[in-house]
Nanobody, 122 residues
Framework: QVQLVESGGGLVQAGASLRLSCAAS????????MGWFRQAPGKEREFVAL????????RYQESVEGRFTISKDNAKKMMYLQMNSLKPEDTAVYFC???????????????WGQGTQVTVSS
């Protein structure tokens, strides 16, 4: 089964940018719908962004629309989340995940990475 590994998190000030990466270990990366999710302390895991198998369609959580951009490179088996104009409320552990259909619901995703911490200071 494919394994996912996130990287790129860190500690930044409000207004800064970060680029998260998600690498797949094997498999046909283009066969998966891919998503980014985040979980802040004491809160449930929430949808951030997702992208279709071919990368031709994306969807975002309203609070990140216009600031975050999801993309993927099927040949490199990589997915990215470019995060601009970061806010303290974006602080969370960010996870990438794979699903078989275009969905924002965490239970529909069957492969998850271990997560990468993003901390935004005010």
């Amino acid at each position: 089964q494919v394994q996912l590994v996130e990287s790129g998190g860190g500690l930044v000030q409000a207004g800064a940018s970060l680029r998260l990466s998600c690498a797949a270990s094997e498999g046909t990366f283009g066969s998966f719908v891919m998503g980014w999710f985040r979980q802040a302390p004491g809160k449930e895991r929430e949808f951030v962004a997702l992208i279709t198998r071919s990368g031709d369609m994306t969807r975002y959580q309203e609070s990140v629309e216009g600031r975050f951009t999801i993309s993927k490179d099927n040949a490199k088996k990589m997915m990215y989340l470019q995060m601009n104009s970061l806010k303290p409320e974006d602080t969370a552990v960010y996870f990438c995940a794979a699903a078989n259909w275009f969905t924002t619901l965490p239970p529909d995703y069957y492969v998850w990475g271990q997560g990468t911490q993003v901390t935004v200071s005010s």
